[in-house]
């Protein structure tokens, strides 16, 4: 059945998952900061709200797709008082019966924050982080990682199903992002050693795409060097392609590494892979790649000295 849905946050990954609700015979209504990021799904048929607020009016599911923890809670409780740019956050505004379903990629505690805001408004949320990037996005495959009340995961379900095709219940709130920032911490790694292997490779003389299809048959196999290769010239249709343009940018990885370390810090945990990886991405955004695609770590490894 069609649902009424506001989705806020159309950017790399909340445009092609919009555009699969809008195809799935929902109707939208969406808003972005960026008026250039909603020019595809006002062309497919989506309602361009003025503002957040506006969005929510009607809505019987508020979705959100939004960079970090900080645009995530200020959209749904507003900048801090005394702040400069005060501004009331939507929970206020959206209808008492709807469902909010949060596939930003935040710290836990900041999802259990305004879970628990919304819960005192009788709203109910659900963190629903997603994997499998922006070819899954578009392909409507992405693996949503849910955290809240398995009722409420049922009534997001039909619409979680349009625009992805395995959903797992993680937990209670917030522990959809602690499993998502685990599997990133890990694609982080496994991004920055697959660079690291192609790109001692290569200085050794090898082809990468030999190498390429070497690894993809023995132990070193994962997603990073099968889907989503980092070498130029190695795969079609992947940001490495297109000069790491699109994609998952290399400061949305420094930022989901951060907050592994803060899960790590608030259990005293030991991740010393993950905190390694954090600086490599740091370093790769300090020398002026923030924007480009994560991939493009293969950089602090190429040798230029040849
Ligand atoms: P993006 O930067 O491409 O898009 C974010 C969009 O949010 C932009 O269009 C921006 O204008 C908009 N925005 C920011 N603040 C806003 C506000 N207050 N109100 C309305 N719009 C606002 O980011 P993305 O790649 O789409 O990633 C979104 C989230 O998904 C992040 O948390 C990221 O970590 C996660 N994620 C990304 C990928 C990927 O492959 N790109 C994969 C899995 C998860």
Same mark, same amino acid.
């Given at each position: 059945s069609s649902s009424k849905i506001a989705f806020i946050g159309l950017g790399n990954m909340g445009a092609p998952m919009a555009l699969n609700l809008l195809r799935a015979g929902h109707q *939208?209504?969406?808003? @972005?900061?960026?008026?250039?990021?909603?020019?595809?799904?006002?062309e497919a048929g989506a309602s361009i709200a003025d503002s957040a607020a506006a969005a929510v009016q009607v809505a019987d599911i508020v979705i959100s797709m939004l960079p970090a923890s900080r645009h995530v809670e200020q959209l749904y409780l507003g900048s801090a008082v005394g702040s400069s740019t005060e501004v009331?956050?939507?929970? !206020?505004?959206?209808?008492?019966?709807?469902?909010?379903? @949060?596939?930003s990629t935040i710290a836990a505690l900041t999802s259990q924050k305004i879970a628990l805001a919304a819960q005192a408004r009788g709203?109910? /949320?659900?963190?629903?982080?997603?994997?499998?990037?922006? *070819? !899954?996005?578009?392909? !409507?495959? *992405?693996?949503?990682?849910? !955290?809240?009340?398995? #009722? @409420?995961?049922?009534?997001a379900r039909p619409v979680l199903a349009a625009m992805g095709k395995n959903i797992f219940h993680a937990g209670g709130n917030g522990a959809g992002q602690t499993a998502k920032i685990c599997n990133n911490m890990l694609l982080g790694i496994l991004m920055a050693g697959t660079a690291e292997a192609l790109a001692l490779g290569v200085a050794n003389? *090898? @082809?990468?795409?030999?190498?390429?299809?070497? /690894?993809?048959?023995?132990?070193? #196999?994962?997603?990073?060097?099968?889907?989503?290769?980092?070498?130029?010239?190695? /795969?079609?249709?992947?940001?490495?392609?297109?000069g790491y343009s699109g994609g998952f940018g290399v400061d949305l990885m420094y930022k989901d590494l951060g907050l592994a370390t803060e899960a790590a810090l608030s259990a005293q945990a030991t991740i010393p892979l993950g905190e390694l990886a954090r600086n490599l991405y740091a370093m790769h955004s300090k020398n002026g790649a923030g924007a480009e695609d994560f991939s493009s770590i293969l950089k602090l490894f190429q040798n230029t000295s040849k």
């Amino acid at each position: 059945s069609s649902s009424k849905i506001a989705f806020i946050g159309l950017g790399n990954m909340g445009a092609p998952m919009a555009l699969n609700l809008l195809r799935a015979g929902h109707q *939208l209504s969406v808003y @972005d900061l960026s008026a250039s990021a909603l020019q595809v799904v006002r062309e497919a048929g989506a309602s361009i709200a003025d503002s957040a607020a506006a969005a929510v009016q009607v809505a019987d599911i508020v979705i959100s797709m939004l960079p970090a923890s900080r645009h995530v809670e200020q959209l749904y409780l507003g900048s801090a008082v005394g702040s400069s740019t005060e501004v009331p956050g939507i929970l !206020g505004q959206i209808a008492a019966h709807a469902l909010i379903i @949060d596939c930003s990629t935040i710290a836990a505690l900041t999802s259990q924050k305004i879970a628990l805001a919304a819960q005192a408004r009788g709203l109910a /949320m659900l963190d629903a982080p997603v994997s499998g990037g922006t *070819l !899954g996005a578009a392909a !409507g495959t *992405l693996t949503f990682i849910v !955290g809240g009340s398995a #009722r @409420d995961l049922e009534r997001a379900r039909p619409v979680l199903a349009a625009m992805g095709k395995n959903i797992f219940h993680a937990g209670g709130n917030g522990a959809g992002q602690t499993a998502k920032i685990c599997n990133n911490m890990l694609l982080g790694i496994l991004m920055a050693g697959t660079a690291e292997a192609l790109a001692l490779g290569v200085a050794n003389g *090898l @082809d990468p795409k030999v190498l390429s299809d070497i /690894m993809s048959k023995s132990s070193g #196999r994962n997603w990073a060097l099968e889907q989503y290769n980092p070498y130029p010239g190695v /795969m079609e249709n992947v940001p490495a392609a297109r000069g790491y343009s699109g994609g998952f940018g290399v400061d949305l990885m420094y930022k989901d590494l951060g907050l592994a370390t803060e899960a790590a810090l608030s259990a005293q945990a030991t991740i010393p892979l993950g905190e390694l990886a954090r600086n490599l991405y740091a370093m790769h955004s300090k020398n002026g790649a923030g924007a480009e695609d994560f991939s493009s770590i293969l950089k602090l490894f190429q040798n230029t000295s040849k």
